[in-house]
């Protein structure tokens, strides 16, 4: 399984797809109630022309479109969970197109001033559904009403603007306007569809972001609490153990005090590190002056800030020597270490991690490799989040992660998780290279 945790620049068709997904659900109750409302108005305006207006019209093969249309709501209704989608809701219009061809072809053809409800299926069809149903539909109702002109049953109420009973110039006129304004719908309402799902759908993004946003703003103000905090005892505490190791080397002469000295103030040292780490230098790269730096010594730099024997298994590997990139070094070697310290917490100590790097195609991209236990889907979903960790309590704060996506996402990169359930995890960080 693979799942990018960084936020993309821009958007895809496939975005613009999942944008408009909800459109047909939430568009259903009214358009059920829109297709109930034209066929009540289709049934009134039968059933007033032939009773009152005195139009002759087949009533009995009138009522066979009409039942079968309004079939089309309580079908969808009654399959809710499986057929309120898009295909769904394509094929009700397609359905209601049909039935209409059917009823003007047995209300007067081309001359049922009526002609133009085709226009209503296709602006339905253009605000919710996708250009594809859109033009299906369009060239549909287009060809349906092409097909009124040699299959109909004449209504000589209906003929009475013009007297021929061959070819009318007048409704073929009609059927040209027709074609033109469908294609002009089609064209226009897709458009400005697609670019409210395209605002839409950068909304959701600026929202997300924003979030995100509170979320590392909240980290930074507590690793900056953290750091004034501790920094005073920290500072004591380094002062004290300084005098404890000159005092028993010189007054004691005991070696073995003043090693355990030397060790209380390298503790303290990595204390001060891990806080670093967390301050706003580590969550805010490009507040860091990016200066040239050697792939083969970014990587020597990140393998020798572990301590034997974490060391011997780190393994990295450079394509093509000699290589510069300018990046950020402190953020960047901060964020190499805290993957491969995942790499290796995964392998338990016992499997090599491989580091590599390489440039192709006008990127950078960082690629660390283990064979330890995987991470099942649910982990993958929440990997990047702040304060999320699977490692065990004093192990981690969760943040590692974190901080490495907030800094890919500071320089335009990716970060990229593909891993399967004891099959090991790969990780690819991939930044965008300077141009000259």
Not at 142 to 167: C, D, Q
Request: aromatic letters at 6%; charged letters at 20%; proline letters at 5%.
């Amino acid at each position: 399984m693979r799942v990018s945790v960084t936020q993309r620049r821009d958007l895809s068709a496939a975005d613009l797809r999942s944008a408009g997904e909800a459109a047909p659900s939430l568009a259903f109750p009214w358009v059920a109630k829109l297709r109930y409302g034209l066929l009540a108005g289709e049934c009134a305006l039968i059933l007033a022309a032939h009773y009152i207006f005195g139009v002759e019209l087949p009533i009995l093969w009138l009522a066979l479109p009409v039942a079968v249309a309004a079939l089309g709501n309580p079908l969808l209704e009654r399959f809710t969970g499986a057929f309120r989608d898009r295909r769904a809701l394509g094929i009700l219009l397609t359905l209601d197109t049909l039935c209409l061809t059917a009823l003007l072809s047995l209300t007067g053809g081309p001359a049922n001033p009526f002609t133009l409800l085709y226009l209503v299926q296709i602006t339905l069809s253009a605000v919710i559904l996708s250009k594809e149903w859109t033009w299906v539909i369009g060239g549909l109702s287009v060809a349906g009403y092409a097909f009124l002109f040699p299959v109909h049953v004449r209504v000589p109420v209906f003929e009475s603007h013009h007297t021929s009973e061959g070819f009318s110039v007048h409704l073929a006129g009609m059927w040209i306007a027709f074609a033109a304004a469908s294609l002009v719908i089609t064209i226009f309402i897709g458009k400005v569809s697609e670019a409210l799902r395209r605002r839409e759908q950068e909304a959701l993004l600026l929202r997300d972001q924003a979030a995100r946003d509170e979320r590392l703003a909240a980290i930074v103000t507590l690793a900056a609490g953290a750091a004034h905090e501790l920094g005073t005892p920290l500072g004591t505490i380094a002062v004290v153990s300084k005098d404890l190791e000159l005092y028993a080397e010189r007054e004691l002469g005991n070696g073995e005090v003043a090693t355990e000295a030397r060790l209380i103030r390298s503790e303290v040292d990595r204390c001060r590190g891990i806080l670093q780490q967390m301050s706003i230098r580590g969550a805010e790269p490009l507040g860091e002056t990016p200066v040239p730096l050697g792939l083969s010594e970014a990587l020597g730099s990140v393998k020798q800030g572990f301590i034997s024997p974490e060391r011997e298994l780190v393994r990295t590997e450079v394509a093509g020597e000699g290589q510069e990139v300018t990046l950020p070094p402190d953020a960047t070697r901060q964020a190499l270490t805290a993957l491969v310290r995942n790499a290796l917490d995964a392998s338990d100590g016992s499997h090599p991690v491989l580091l590599t790097a390489e440039c192709a195609q006008g990127k950078l991209r960082f690629t660390v490799e283990d064979s330890g236990c995987g991470m099942r889907r649910e982990t993958l979903d929440r990997v990047a989040q702040p304060f999320f960790t699977t490692k065990p309590p004093g192990r981690g704060m969760g943040l590692g992660t974190f901080l490495v996506r907030a800094y890919a996402e500071a320089l335009n990169g990716s970060l990229e998780f593909e891993s399967e359930a004891g099959a090991g995890t790969k990780v690819t960080l991939e930044l965008p290279l300077p141009r000259p």
